[in-house]
């Protein structure tokens, strides 16, 4: 069991940057990969980032390889989602994923628990 507490959206201009968190507890394990999803209002739900809990892989979707970075702090059991050059199209609620790792880590259902998601706004 895993319980996963996000933080961090709010509303920011074009260009700016922005920090998510995502807060783990409950019984977790090395082999998780922790995972952020985002899901606009008539849009799928999509991949941004995933990283094993140990950090040392990480993968991103390409429209945001190069702006976002996902890390992890070992000693608060957080995950991050690091936001850099917005852009309006990154408008979305962001959820983050806990999940066994897999060759699944691409798609939602890979996942078994999640966050209660975050709005993220990026104004023009």
């Known amino acids: 069991q895993v319980q996963l507490v996000e933080s961090g959206g709010g509303l920011v201009q074009a260009g700016d940057s922005l920090r998510l968190s995502c807060a783990a507890s409950?019984?977790?394990?090395?082999?998780?990969?922790m995972g952020w999803f985002r899901q606009a209002p008539g849009k799928e739900r999509e991949f941004v980032a995933v990283?094993?809990?140990?950090?040392?892989?990480?993968y991103y979707a390409d429209s945001v390889k190069g702006r976002f970075t996902i890390s992890r702090d070992n000693a608060k059991k957080t995950v991050y989602l690091q936001m850099n050059s917005l852009k309006p199209e990154d408008t979305a609620v962001y959820s983050c994923?806990?999940?066994?790792?897999?060759?699944?880590?691409?798609?939602?259902?890979?996942?078994?628990?999640w966050g209660q998601g975050t709005q993220v706004t990026v104004s023009s």
């Open positions: 994923a806990a999940g066994r790792w897999s060759n699944s880590y691409y798609y939602a259902s890979g996942y078994n628990y």
């Open positions: 409950g019984r977790t394990f090395s082999s998780y990969a």
């Open positions: 990283i094993n809990w140990s950090g040392s892989t990480t």
